[in-house]
């Protein structure tokens, strides 16, 4: 699936079953409730934390969830994501070229 498809896509289910977005501000504090709940798997899977009784191992489902609202916010607020990342792609090239192979810590 193509970025501007999953814009696509995500606009037509809520307009067809979400019946509207929810508010930017409201749909930041869910991408950052999501990111905890990415960051408490993460912590259990490869961290020092165990999971507890009936918590999930779904790692997947939870980037899911972070795309998924990202998605949400770039649509409301007319970022088109397929570009923008062209754009992030070349800025991390033209400053990062040699940065990280002349990095003695990697």
């Known amino acids: 699936m193509e970025i ?4 696509q896509r995500v606009d037509e289910w809520i307009k067809s079953y979400g019946v509207r977005y929810f508010s930017e501000l409201t749909n930041m504090a869910i991408l950052t409730e999501e990111v905890g709940e990415l960051a408490r798997v993460m912590a259990r899977r490869y961290g020092d934390q165990s ?11 939870e980037m899911a969830d972070i795309l998924w609202v990202l998605t949400c916010l770039a649509n409301q607020t007319g970022v088109d994501l397929e570009q923008a990342m062209e ?4 800025k991390k090239t033209e400053r990062d070229s040699e940065r ?7």
């Open 4 to 7: 501007r498809d999953l814009q």
């Open 51 to 61: 999971f507890k009784a009936g918590e999930k191992d779904n790692l997947e489902d």
């Open 100 to 106: 990280h192979k002349l990095n003695p810590k990697l």
């Open 87 to 90: 754009r992030n792609f070349r």
